[in-house]
């Protein structure tokens, strides 16, 4: 048998190497040839021509198939013969002689088209008296483009078919550049693909035809057309592909199919021809709707991210409309706006309304499965459209769900129609949504007891889309139900070992749980994130991990199987945690061990999932529990604190940092993919910082300059066991910010037992300033870093050694200076912590009180024009914003005056003045009366406050003083 097809195949290869010889003309150069004597020939040539002769025309067929079918020979033969005979040393030895295949490789298809096209030219040359193609020339030419892979994928690559490049014409006839980009250099190549091809190919065909006068032996059949539409459909759904086109895939199907339907020239038509150019079928029709219902425009793909401008040779277009004009057919152009991306449904829907007319007519089977192909489409597209776009989405849901039900009127709808319409009914805001999705579901289950196959994938998707809709609509008890249907399912063994439930339908519940409250539901209050009642969110935490229990058991059947298409990820594990950490309660000492018992319960399911199921944690899994324990840090619970850097070192020890600066491994991750991050860091250093204390502060100083070490100064570090021994100490990811900074300044700002605090906070400032003058733009200090740094001041005195004799004060006003010099605006609490900062000094030389109340009353001053430039001079209103004085810059004034100046009538007029403005802005607190009384002698006080009443707080007073003393009216 292998002598035989050895010996056949050899014939085959003799013959096409004979018929070959004389195709060396260029596509190009032929075409050109061609185009440029058709459009010289006159009129009365024309009508001269000899009708067309098909005697011949068989013997050139035969030629172009000797061509094509050889490489097609050897490809089936050494597919077939490799799998029935692996072992066969002879079939193994010719393997390597195998040509190209034909369904990846163009050069045959390429042969046979030069071929077409030198026989046109003949004919064109000769004025019709040398043979002329026929049908069945121009279905061998474009058979061989057909059978190359033309698949385009929606999802996953963007273009999966056959792309070759090729020279354009120098005159293109009906074909168009995308951009407007004509194309004059002959040098400058285009891309093509197999559908563009069958188009062109069409069109010359068609130009053929009107040359010849529309004879039957010529003219396109119905089968020509739907190949191209099949293909047009195919392709309708890349976003990316028809962005760059000037005509989309979908109005160039439905611009053939009304060319189909138009009507020849009229001096054709009184010949007795058939009025219209083809008669379109029902499966026509089926394909372009289905191109119709694929379409997307290129403002979703924007909106979503999908498109990625890269720069791509230019594509080809077939200009149907100037190819009739040419051939003296009417026809209007047809385009779908992209803004309205819901008209494309609807001239689908009018094709349908034709289709359907036509199945009335002639009840046939074909005609049958084709209306069911396009019912199929479009409701699927209407699905597509109800997820993707936000206008008319109920609409588009209840459209998809009649054209479900007109398709199971009509025979059996596929799995994949009952999945969309599951779909799009899960992102419907409607209340009714899930019972209508629930009972399409299990419509789709009756399936199982007929002879219906339904696909296990299609089965699974639609269980999860119904889950998501009771989810959608906070109904927790439901989506549970139907979760363990689907499992019963699964158990059951029904579908076949390809069913299995998708790991996302479980992470959906769990979230379900995690936010499920029976009141809201009662209420209607059911868009509310937070569970009322700490018993209802302890039962939701422990539901939530029942079902990651039977999601891992659904997992460990599947690892059984030996099988890796089940792959957990931390999802689902990340809600369960979340669900366990909300069921903490408000810290107090009461609570604190039952909240530190919770966060380690839930801790636990994060060494579960990386130590016994082998699932990676993600950056949220670290960030739940980080904050989860910065929460419960407080002065007295140092042990939340000492928790939290306890897990950021056990990830910090797992990364491996390495692989993001190496050069050599192309699969090495950026540092944004690779954690702890920096806001894993300022989570434990903002614990550290809860504590208010020494010890915190000094352990958040610490981390900070590790993260500073590990990120700048990476250097070589000699081991502790061997001295000869070097390693390098690897560059972190985590960049310490402004907010970690800013932490560390605060803890060290809010320490009065710490003699070092002011020193450490100007410490920090300096550093973030040395890296913003060095060209670090996000390390320039802001308002509250300058604030905070001054109240370090007001803590503790000053004890470093900058070169600078200033006291306290001086010092506070000279990072205000600072500020301004490098455009930061100052407040009220920078100016209120600088009266305070004076206020607080220590020395008892009369110089330098005078010079620190001198401070103390410009700051004050500043504030108040500060507020007088803000346009409020209303004194009945309270400002709500943070530059203008408060009952704490009254205080604080107030504290100076007593600190700073000796008793006197100065001190009682300033601190009478500074008394009565605070009651006229509405600022008088308990705090101004305590320092007011401290500052002023008894009369004096008593006839301020114009009571003789010893112990006196503000609710004796007048509302209007503290009018705007209220939490409400303060704003930092």
């Not at 067309?52 to 050494?78: C, K, Q």
């Not at 199919?257 to 054709?268: A, V």
């Not at 990476?714 to 990811?733: C, G, L, M, R």
């Amino acid at each position: 048998m292998n002598k035989s097809i050895t010996t056949i195949t050899t014939a085959l290869i003799l013959c096409t190497l004979t018929t070959q010889c004389y195709c060396f003309v260029s596509i190009k150069d032929g075409t050109n040839r061609l185009a440029a004597h058709y459009s010289t020939l006159s009129e009365e040539a024309q009508t001269a021509t000899q009708p067309p002769n098909f005697s011949a025309t068989a013997t050139f067929n035969h030629d172009i198939a000797r061509t094509l079918f050889p490489p097609l020979f050897f490809t089936l033969y050494h597919k077939y013969s490799n799998q029935n005979q692996q072992d066969d040393q002879e079939i193994a030895i010719r393997q390597h002689l195998k040509r190209p295949s034909p369904f990846e490789d163009p050069s045959s298809a390429q042969t046979a088209e030069r071929m077409l096209r030198r026989m046109m030219e003949n004919r064109y040359r000769s004025d019709g008296r040398t043979v002329c193609p026929d049908n069945r020339t121009f279905n061998l030419v474009a058979g061989s483009y057909g059978r190359l892979r033309c698949r385009i994928s929606v999802t996953k690559a963007p273009n999966i078919g056959v792309v070759w490049e090729e020279e354009p014409k120098l005159d293109p006839q009906y074909r168009m550049q995308i951009n407007n980009n004509n194309i004059d250099d002959t040098d400058e190549m285009i891309s093509m693909t197999s559908t563009d091809k069958l188009q062109e190919l069409l069109q010359l065909q068609l130009c053929l035809c009107h040359y010849e006068g529309w004879p039957d032996e010529i003219r396109p059949s119905v089968d020509i057309f739907k190949r191209v539409l099949r293909r047009l459909a195919w392709r309708s759904g890349n976003i990316e592909l028809n962005s760059r086109k000037q005509t989309s895939d979908a109005e160039q199907a439905l611009q053939w199919l009304k060319f189909m339907n138009t009507t020849l020239p009229q001096q054709f038509a009184l010949e007795g021809k058939h009025a219209t150019i083809c008669s379109p079928d029902s499966t026509s029709l089926s394909y372009v709707i289905e191109a119709l219902a694929s379409h997307r425009v290129q403002a979703y793909s924007e909106r979503k991210g999908t498109s990625k401008p890269h720069k791509t040779l230019p594509t080809v277009n077939i200009s149907i409309t100037e190819m009739a004009n040419e051939m003296d057919v009417q026809l209007q152009s047809t385009s779908i706006p992209q803004e309205v991306p819901f008209s494309a449904l609807q001239k689908a829907e009018e094709l349908l309304l034709m289709q359907e007319e036509m199945y009335k007519l002639d009840r046939n089977d074909k005609a049958k499965q084709a209306l069911a192909h396009s019912y199929k489409c479009l409701l699927e597209g209407f699905g597509r459209y109800a997820v993707t776009s936000g206008s008319s989405q109920n609409d588009a849901i209840k459209r998809a769900h009649e054209l479900l039900c007109r398709l199971e009127a009509l025979c059996d709808a596929p799995s994949s129609s009952y999945a969309s319409v599951i779909f799009a009914l899960s992102i419907s805001n409607r209340p009714s949504a899930a019972a209508v999705a629930e009972e399409v579901l299990n419509r789709m289950l009756s399936k199982l007891n007929s002879d219906q196959v339904l696909n296990a994938n299609d089965v699974s998707k639609a269980f999860s889309g119904c889950i998501a809709a009771y989810v959608k609509n906070h109904d927790a008890k439901n989506a549970d139900k139907i979760l363990f249907e689907m499992i019963k399912l699964y158990e059951s063994d029904e579908l076949g070992s390809d069913f299995v439930p998708e790991p996302r339908a479980f992470g959906t519940c769990i979230a379900a749980w995690s936010k499920y409250d029976p009141t809201a539901e009662k209420s209607n209050d059911r868009g509310r994130r937070w569970v009322s009642s700490p018993r209802q969110r302890l039962h939701n935490a422990d539901r939530a991990e029942s079902i990651l229990v039977e999601l891992e058991r659904v997992a460990r059947k599947e690892a059984a199987k030996n099988t890796n298409k089940y792959v957990l990820h931390a999802t689902p594990y990340n809600i369960a945690i979340l669900a366990r950490v909300q069921t903490l309660e408000t810290i107090s000492p009461k609570t604190r061990w039952s909240n530190e018992g919770i966060i380690l319960h839930a801790q636990s399911i994060l060494d579960h999932m990386e130590f016994e199921m082998g699932v990676a944690a993600d950056p949220y899994t670290y960030s739940i529990l980080l904050n989860a324990w910065t929460k419960q840090s407080c002065p007295g619970n140092e042990k939340a604190a000492d928790y939290a850097e306890e897990l950021l070192r056990r990830r910090i020890e797992d990364v491996d940092i390495s692989k993001i600066y190496s050069d050599d491994d192309p699969s090495a991750k950026t540092a944004d993919d690779v954690w702890p991050n920096v806001k894993h860091y300022s989570s434990v250093l903002k614990a550290h910082a809860n504590c208010r204390s020494p010890a915190g502060a000094r352990k958040a100083l610490s981390l900070l300059s590790e993260m500073e070490k590990r990120f700048y100064d990476a250097k070589v570090i000699s081991d502790d066991d061997d001295d000869d021994d070097f390693h390098v100490d690897q560059k972190d990811a985590a960049k310490p910010d402004l907010v970690c900074y800013s932490i560390v300044i605060d803890a060290f700002a809010k320490q009065k037992q710490l003699s070092e605090s002011s020193s450490v906070a100007f410490r920090l400032l300096r550093a973030m300033e040395e890296k913003y003058h060095a060209g670090d733009m996000s390390m320039k200090p802001n308002n509250r870093i300058y604030t905070a740094v001054i109240l370090s001041l007001a803590q503790s005195p000053y004890s470093g050694d900058d070169g600078k004799d200033l006291n306290n004060a001086q010092r506070a006003w000279s990072l205000l200076d600072e500020m301004k010099a490098n455009d930061v605006q100052p407040n009220s609490f920078t100016y209120n912590y600088i009266i305070n900062c004076c206020a607080q000094e220590a020395s008892h030389d009369e110089n330098e009180q005078r010079i620190s109340f001198e401070i103390a009353i410009k700051a004050f001053q500043e504030l108040r024009k500060m507020a007088a430039s803000s346009n409020n001079n209303d004194d009945d209103s309270c400002s709500t914003d943070a530059y203008h004085p408060d009952s704490f810059t009254y205080a604080f004034t107030l504290k100076a005056c007593t600190n700073l100046l000796p008793p006197s009538p100065f001190r009682t007029k300033v601190a009478t003045q500074v008394f009565k403005e605070s009651c006229k802005k509405g600022y008088c607190n308990d705090e101004v009366m305590k320092r007011l009384r401290w500052c002023v002698d008894t009369d004096n006080f008593h006839e301020l406050i114009d009571t003789d009443a010893r112990d006196v707080r503000i609710d004796d007073m007048p509302p209007s003083w503290s009018r705007c003393c209220l939490p409400s009216k303060r704003r930092r």
